[in-house]
């Protein structure tokens, strides 16, 4: 099978000072006082039409062309903002460089009916990431326990939250038409530990 188009690798960091899993907590609890499941809901539902609205006025192609590059270029914030959170890198998005690398290929041609059909067909893609990060909850959890006992993450626990990273990236990739292909756990299963090395920092 050809190498998938949205491809994240991390370079983890091998320490975690224990001061940082209450900064992110905190991060997230703020967070969770917004409403995120309903920003999220929203957000699952409106980007597919401004998508369409998008492709209708120009076109597939110079959606590609002109809009995707901007919505990669947000996503990558998004990605390293994740790392952080989820104890995977000691990064923050507003830092230069980043130890989190979100490549996405462009590819495709969208149309207005494909693009609003993704409300459906992400469905699938869309439980298999709610599942995931049920997990990766709990993973959080007792990972932050590792941190603060030992300021370590077991390497097991930073694969898993980097694999739920990764499918959730992708199914969002595919949601906005950016990709046509599907998002996979298999797929991404198989793409392994490449690019999760340890990288030891302060």
Same mark, same amino acid.
């Given at each position: 099978?050809?190498?998938?188009?949205?491809?994240?690798?991390?370079?983890?960091?091998?320490?975690?000072?224990?001061?940082?899993?209450?900064?992110?907590?905190?991060?997230?609890?703020?967070?969770?006082?917004?409403?995120?499941?309903?920003?999220?809901?929203?957000?699952?539902?409106?980007?597919?039409?401004?998508?369409?609205?998008?492709?209708?006025?120009?076109?597939?192609?110079?959606?590609?062309?002109?809009?995707?590059?901007?919505?990669?270029?947000?996503?990558?914030?998004?990605?390293?903002?994740?790392?952080?959170?989820?104890?995977?890198?000691?990064?923050?998005?507003?830092?230069?460089?980043?130890?989190?690398?979100?490549?996405?290929?462009?590819?495709?041609?969208?149309?207005?009916?494909?693009?609003?059909?993704?409300?459906?067909?992400?469905?699938?893609?869309?439980?298999?990431?709610?599942?995931?990060?049920?997990? @990766?909850?709990?993973?959080?959890?007792?990972?932050?326990?590792?941190?603060?006992?030992?300021?370590?993450?077991?390497?097991?626990?930073?694969?898993?939250?980097?694999?739920?990273?990764?499918?959730?990236?992708?199914?969002?990739?595919?949601?906005?038409?950016?990709?046509?292909?599907?998002?996979?756990?298999?797929?991404?299963?198989?793409?392994?530990?490449?690019?999760?090395?340890?990288? @030891?920092?302060?």
């Amino acid at each position: 099978m050809s190498r998938h188009p949205v491809q994240l690798n991390i370079e983890r960091a091998a320490r975690i000072p224990r001061i940082h899993v209450v900064i992110r907590l905190v991060l997230l609890l703020a967070l969770g006082t917004l409403g995120c499941s309903s920003i999220y809901w929203f957000l699952y539902l409106a980007l597919p039409a401004m998508v369409a609205a998008m492709v209708s006025q120009k076109g597939g192609p110079r959606y590609l062309a002109d809009n995707a590059p901007k919505v990669v270029r947000v996503l990558r914030w998004f990605a390293v903002a994740y790392g952080y959170l989820w104890l995977l890198t000691n990064d923050l998005p507003t830092s230069e460089g980043s130890h989190v690398d979100l490549q996405i290929e462009i590819e495709g041609t969208p149309t207005v009916g494909s693009s609003l059909l993704r409300l459906l067909t992400s469905l699938p893609a869309l439980l298999l990431v709610w599942v995931l990060s049920l997990v @990766a909850a709990l993973a959080w959890l007792v990972a932050a326990a590792f941190v603060l006992a030992t300021e370590r993450m077991p390497a097991a626990l930073a694969d898993f939250l980097t694999l739920t990273l990764r499918v959730q990236f992708r199914m969002i990739a595919y949601h906005l038409s950016l990709v046509e292909r599907y998002p996979s756990l298999k797929e991404s299963l198989a793409a392994g530990p490449e690019g999760q090395q340890h990288l @030891a920092r302060g």
